[in-house]
């Protein structure tokens, strides 16, 4: 059942929600006539929460792409202040690339996740306005990798496990970030995280978009929230390169194929971790708890896998993204093929009876 410790604010439904709205509200006038006049109500309370229950069960069970972007973006999902917060003891946080400044979109750190002493690496987005303008949405610039890879090596010298949490809609796009370098800065942390000789665990919490997720994404385990995203570009940036228009979202998200379902399918993802009912913003604590959980499983069994062996499986498995078997391809293109041939066929024919009648 949804967490009422973390109750929606009235006005952050999403579009798809509306009879969970209308049991919310429903269930909140009771309560207050219940207060209000002394008469008890908890057993109508009690049937309509199970309809609410009912209702988000059958509403999160087939999702849409699109309506998964929505719920990785909703306003309330637990960002990485709230994962630091919860699940990471005694965090000291690290200040700085040695090259250009600190920038805040990036927050790097030290401290203990269960029995592990990791350095966490993660996206920040902020939750106010003051705090998502100081660090552009959650977009960050050239220096934000270059401190993320600086305290990575950091790491790697006292062989301190690394724990990155994914959650942007991408790198900042702006002049100063280009004129700093930040193509640059994102294929140099590709290259360096891929030989890192420490055990590297990424978790993409949120929004996982284009290079600026990759930045930090290069690991041993990459694992997933169930309704987060990852993908080459954000939807409204597909639909405004392919159809210019940016109200093609939904289809262009469809295409994408960018749910941690597809993804998973795919063997792109080493995990789909668990959601609470509803999203990960109806209940922060859960969802800190099942990431937590996965982090300390897969750094256990990470940890036991003797270097050289960790390396080579994480180069064979950078390696295999992409690759398809040629029985797969064949399969899979069978279809145009015979279209394909049958109109060259077509054609062929109809050459064939114009020249006759000449």
């Avoid at 790491?155 to 796009?173: F, M, R, W």
């Avoid at 929004?207 to 600026?212: A, D, P, Q």
């Avoid at 209940?283 to 036991?304: G, M, S």
């Amino acid at each position: 059942m949804p967490d009422n410790n973390n109750k929606i604010t009235e006005g952050c439904y999403l579009d798809f929600e509306e009879k969970v709205v209308d049991l919310d509200n429903q269930m909140s006038e009771l309560a207050k006539l219940s207060s209000a006049k002394g008469i008890d109500y908890s057993t109508e309370i009690r049937r309509l929460r199970r309809e609410q229950v009912a209702e988000l069960k059958r509403i999160y069970s087939k999702l849409t792409p699109w309506q998964t972007v929505q719920v990785a973006r909703h306003p309330q999902r637990p960002l990485l202040a709230d994962y630091i917060d919860l699940m990471v003891k005694n965090f000291r946080q690290l200040h700085g690339d040695r090259c250009f400044g600190d920038d805040p979109a990036i927050i790097t750190g030290l401290g203990q996740v269960g029995r592990e002493k990791v350095l966490i690496v993660g996206q920040n987005k902020g939750r106010t306005t003051k705090e998502k303008i100081a660090c552009n949405f959650g977009c960050p610039n050239p220096e934000g990798y270059r401190k993320a890879l600086a305290k990575m090596k950091f790491a790697e010298k006292y062989n301190i496990p690394i724990v990155t949490l994914i959650d942007t809609p991408g790198a900042y796009p702006g002049v100063g970030a280009e004129e700093r370098g930040q193509a640059q800065a994102i294929a140099v942390n590709l290259m360096e995280m891929s030989r890192l000789r420490v055990p590297v665990v990424c978790v993409c919490i949120g929004e996982g978009g284009s290079g600026g997720a990759l930045g930090i994404g290069v690991g041993d385990k990459l694992a997933m929230l169930e309704f987060a995203y990852y993908s080459v570009i954000s939807p409204e940036g597909c639909a405004a390169i392919l159809w210019r228009d940016g109200s093609q979202a939904a289809t262009a998200a469809e295409a994408l194929k960018l749910t941690s379902r597809e993804l998973s399918k795919l063997g792109l993802v080493d995990m789909v971790i668990p959601e609470p009912l509803g999203g990960a913003h109806r209940n922060v604590h859960d969802t800190v708890y099942n990431v937590e959980k996965y982090v300390v499983k897969a750094l256990r069994d990470l940890k036991r896998t003797k270097l050289d062996n960790l390396l080579e499986n994480r180069y064979k498995k950078l390696q295999a993204i992409g690759t398809v078997s040629t029985v797969d391809l064949a399969a899979k293109t069978r279809t145009s093929r015979e279209r394909i041939k049958s109109a060259v066929e077509a054609i062929a024919a109809q050459r064939g009876t114009v020249t006759a009648q000449t």
